[in-house]
């Protein structure tokens, strides 16, 4: 029995120590969390204005839409071209009109590319409703057709102005 009483007691004794040395020591998961410091290279902290301006410049600033104004984005930007005015592109600009039935413009010979037929819209030709346009250099636009009196509703990716 004594025999008993000492094996018991060592078992307590080891199973103590081992749980005394388990809690005094930092685990592994408290030391790596522990090796960032906020500000540091690998942590860096930012502020909310340079995040909201690095997402302006990927972007692309956003456009000014109906106003007249030039407009620029990465996203298709819905913009109504009342009759009377010239929606003139960017270079490299996309445009897809909705509403309305348009004429291609262009200042020399060459035209606009219709990717969707895979031709090119000489100046006058009709645009196609739902048929995506590409711009390869600025100079080119489309306008209403002068017989109808609504403008159109076009969606815009990239740099234009109304004109």
Not at 35 to 50: A, C, N, Q, R
Not at 54 to 76: E, F, R, V
Not at 132 to 157: C, M, S, W, Y
């Amino acid at each position: 029995m004594k025999q008993k009483v000492l094996r018991v007691l060592i078992a307590c004794v080891l199973i103590g120590a081992g749980v005394w040395i388990g809690v005094s020591l930092d685990s592994p998961l408290e030391a790596e969390s522990n090796t960032l410091t906020p500000g540091s290279v690998e942590d860096p902290v930012v502020t909310k204005s340079y995040v909201d301006e690095q997402l302006a410049k990927i972007n692309g600033g956003g456009g000014t839409g109906n106003t007249g104004g030039t407009g620029a984005s990465a996203t298709l930007e819905v913009v109504a071209v009342p009759a009377g005015k010239t929606l003139m592109a960017g270079a490299g600009t996309e445009v897809i009109v909705r509403v309305g039935k348009a004429l291609a413009y262009s200042v020399d010979t060459n035209g606009v590319a219709d990717l969707t037929d895979g031709t090119e819209l000489k100046k006058g030709a009709a645009v196609p409703t739902n048929h995506l346009l590409i711009f390869p250099r600025e100079g080119r636009g489309i306008h209403p057709d002068p017989a109808q009196k609504n403008g159109l509703t076009v969606l815009v990716r990239g740099s234009y102005t109304l004109q």
